[in-house]
């Protein structure tokens, strides 16, 4: 069954918190292990884009 992309989960990410933990595995030994730097708060594409576009309304 497939579903509609709205209903993907997504977590946020800050392109800061990505460069960083990029740099730190290029130089580091290999661990094998998933590394976490997005938020650990989920959201759905059309939750998310309901929270941004509240957020944006009165600024013109």
């Not at 946020?12 to 990029?22: E, F, G, K, N, R």
């Amino acid at each position: 069954m497939r579903r509609s992309p709205i209903a993907v989960p997504m977590r946020p990410v800050s392109t800061d918190d990505v460069a960083t933990a990029l740099a730190h595995v290029a130089v580091r030994v290999p661990l094998f292990d998933v590394l976490e730097v997005a938020d650990p708060e989920e959201y759905h594409l059309d939750e998310l884009t309901a929270k941004l576009t509240a957020a944006g309304k009165g600024h013109a």
